[in-house]
């Protein structure tokens, strides 16, 4: 795992710090650890939120079907990742 997703799952990071290790892994095509943090239920929407729009920006089409289908993440993720790929 990469120190970004490290600090992403961190629980005792700030904010700040885990929109800006989230960032990066958007700037680093890490996908499948954005999937990963996604498919997390332990960490907070906006930052699930935020690795799905990440996964868009990254064009990563097929992580975002394969989201889009798994019932284990929250419905209103589901249905981003479906308008997204």
Known sequence: MSTQFQTA?????????????????IADDE???LALLVKMSGL???FRRRALEGL???NATE??????ENTTIDPSLRRRAGELC
Not at 9 to 25: C, G, K, Q, Y
Request: proline share 0%; net charge positive; aromatic share 0%.
């Open 63 to 68: 992580t975002l079907a394969d989201l889009a």
């Open 31 to 33: 996908r499948t650890n």
């Open 56 to 58: 868009g920006e990254c």
């Open 44 to 46: 907070r929407g906006e």
């Open 9 to 25: 799952v961190r629980s005792n990071v700030s904010h700040t710090h885990r929109r800006d290790a989230i960032d990066r892994l």
